[in-house]
């Protein structure tokens, strides 16, 4: 086999901003795998806030590459990138997600089957997705809210944490107006105080909203855990559930877990953290980092286990260099082709990448 990469930057269609920070673009490094004329792909982004620059996962490609390229096949690379295997140790997990993805799509295409019967599942069926408004102006928010509805979207997700917190709830209130049919999540990115999350979610519920990601600054599972006991809508960890640990340790503890691949370590990852879900109270939710549909097409492979679905990476690019999972229509589905499904656009991804 042979391990290839091509680094890339993905530009937002405009600006994100959310309580933290703002986000313009995101570098994107194409994993590539080869074998026997068949090429399997993969996607790992930069995030500061994960710690995973640039750099580091070019690092950690290059670190793995003579390990993998010895293996005989992509199914033998399956398993020794598995838990219980020697090469994901110490793989930064969007690493590690974005390696699993290309020996998935590499082993799909080379048995002829789609991922998610790979991952012991049916094909998932058309599954609606938020889409992300980030914090802006109310009239700015209630436009672009009339403008994805009349698309399609029946889920809207609405940044918070602004200083003054009647701004939030002027863009919820806004939102809910523009977009009256559309279910309403709320995510202030661990913007808010255990007291002040106490005191907005019953005015946020009044306003139709249905759950609520991280109120409350991560670090600390046992004030997020007393704000979900106390809250009228679901209360989803997300920045407080980075590993697969940290995800198991909150079960029963909170509503929802937003599991990302790129957080967890990829599908299977994430489907432990389904099983150990189950039963618990605790719901999963699906999300991403701001990626193209090659990196969330994983994610969608998986998409009728969660509750909550947030595939919506993709459609905040100005320009996405693949296709294959939809979205445009408000939901998002597995092409039923071998593999990952996904396609580069037409002299949107370079030929083999650093060797």
């Not at 793995?64 to 033998?76: G, I, K, V």
């Not at 048995?111 to 609606?128: D, I, K």
């Not at 979610?201 to 109120?215: I, N």
Request: net charge neutral; aromatic share 2%.
């Amino acid at each position: 086999m042979r391990l290839a990469w091509t680094t890339t930057t993905l530009h937002l269609a405009q600006p994100l901003r959310i309580s933290r920070s703002v986000t313009t673009h995101r570098d994107a490094v194409h994993v590539r795998l080869d074998r026997d004329g068949l090429t399997g792909w993969g996607e790992a982004v930069s995030s500061p806030y994960l710690g995973l620059p640039t750099p580091g996962i070019l690092r950690a490609l290059a670190d793995l590459r003579p390990a993998l390229e010895r293996l005989p096949d992509p199914e033998t690379a399956w398993t020794a990138l598995a838990p219980t295997g020697h090469l994901g140790t110490g793989l930064p997990a969007g690493v590690l997600a974005a390696v699993e993805s290309a020996v998935l799509d590499l082993t799909g295409k080379r048995a002829g089957v789609p991922a998610h019967r790979l991952l012991g599942g049916p094909r998932p069926p058309a599954t609606p997705t938020a889409r992300t408004l980030g914090i802006a102006p109310p009239a700015r928010a209630a436009a672009e809210a009339t403008r994805l509805a009349a698309a399609g979207f029946t889920v809207l997700k609405v940044k918070a944490g602004s200083p003054d917190p009647a701004d939030d709830l002027a863009r919820v209130a806004a939102v809910r107006d523009a977009a009256p049919g559309a279910e309403l999540l709320l995510d202030p990115n661990g913007a808010w105080t255990e007291a002040l999350s106490h005191s907005l979610l019953p005015r946020f519920a009044a306003l139709g909203v249905t759950a609520v990601e991280q109120p409350v600054p991560p670090g600390r599972p046992d004030a997020l855990a007393r704000v979900a006991a106390a809250s009228p809508v679901p209360v989803i960890a997300d920045e407080d559930a980075v590993t697969v640990e940290d995800a198991l340790a909150l079960a029963g503890r909170v509503h929802g877990v937003n599991v990302k691949l790129a957080k967890c370590g990829g599908v299977r990852a994430a489907l432990r953290v389904h099983a150990a879900l189950r039963g618990s109270g605790t719901d999963l939710m699906l999300g991403c980092l701001t990626a193209s549909s090659l990196g969330l097409a994983p994610a969608v492979h998986l998409a009728d286990r969660a509750r909550w679905t947030d595939l919506d990476g993709h459609l905040l690019l100005a320009d996405d260099p693949w296709t294959g999972i939809g979205g445009t229509d408000g939901t998002v589905r597995p092409a039923d082709r071998p593999g990952l499904g996904v396609r580069p656009r037409t002299g949107a991804i370079p030929g083999p990448g650093e060797r």
